[in-house]
């Protein structure tokens, strides 16, 4: 079965620290991977999209790296901000249908910045 | 730029009632999605149109059905509300291969 998983679940920061969040995945044949942001009572927004060749994108301050080979992500945040408070989730494309209906979601990890 | 516009916001349903929840993009993308999102559990997809005149079952399409009206608006109806269908749904777009863009969600309670 496909699965995606977070770790941690929650986590708690200083302003001004920087964190990482991991994504474990088994899915299989896999496309791209995608890391989003959702703010409380919002959807999701996109932070990032890698594909099997690439390893590492940044979007700003957001830095997510991808182990192809170990099925691994990291979703990196430098110099964090209270508006970074979220939850973060990791998303696998398991087939290059040309369509998001293969997609695997996380349960997402809830960050929150803190003064 | 709206991107992706979905009502109502909140509702709340008593067992047995229908209801339709209505998308609408403004980006010009071919696909539409439903999603729900439950506590401790990733986004699941109920049903998805990837092109106008064309919807597809997703992974839990029970008690939905779904109507791609035209490019822009792709709709949810739930026909007998039950309990379970207590969530959170979105409604997203995107061009095959791209992101997604996801409304602002509709939060669902059926008693």
């Known amino acids: 079965k496909n699965q995606v998983e977070q770790s941690p679940q929650s986590l708690i920061i200083l302003e001004g620290k920087n964190c990482t969040l991991q994504?474990?995945?088994?899915?299989?044949?896999?496309?791209?991977l995608r890391w989003y942001k959702q703010d409380t009572g919002r959807g999701p927004v996109s932070l990032t999209i890698?594909?099997?060749?690439?390893n590492t994108k940044s979007n700003g301050r957001y830095t997510a790296t991808l182990d192809a080979d170990t099925k691994q992500s990291s979703l990196h945040i430098t110099a964090s901000q209270l508006s970074d408070s979220a939850s973060y989730i990791c998303?696998?494309?398991?087939?290059?249908?040309?369509?998001?209906?293969?997609?695997?979601f996380g349960t997402g990890t809830r960050l929150q910045v803190t003064l | 730029n709206a991107g992706v516009t979905q009502t109502p916001k909140f509702q709340v349903l008593k067992t047995g009632q229908s209801m339709t929840l209505q998308c609408a993009q403004d980006?010009?993308?071919?696909?539409m999605y439903w999603y729900r999102q439950d506590p401790g559990m990733g986004l699941r997809l109920i049903y998805y149109?990837?092109?106008?005149?064309?919807?597809d079952k997703g992974e839990v399409p029970n008690g939905y059905n779904v109507s791609r009206l035209n490019k822009r608006e792709f709709s949810l109806r739930l026909e007998s509300a039950a309990p379970s269908q207590t969530s959170v749904y979105f409604c997203?777009?995107?061009?095959?291969?791209?992101?997604?863009?996801f409304g602002s969600g509709t939060q669902l309670s059926v008693l």
């Open positions: 997203a777009s995107s061009n095959p291969g791209e992101k997604l863009f």
């Open positions: 994504c474990n995945y088994t899915v299989s044949p896999f496309s791209n």
């Open positions: 890698m594909t099997f060749s690439e």
């Open positions: 998303v696998v494309s398991g087939r290059n249908t040309g369509t998001a209906s293969k997609l695997t």
């Open positions: 980006m010009n993308h071919n696909s």
């Open positions: 149109s990837a092109s106008e005149g064309t919807t």
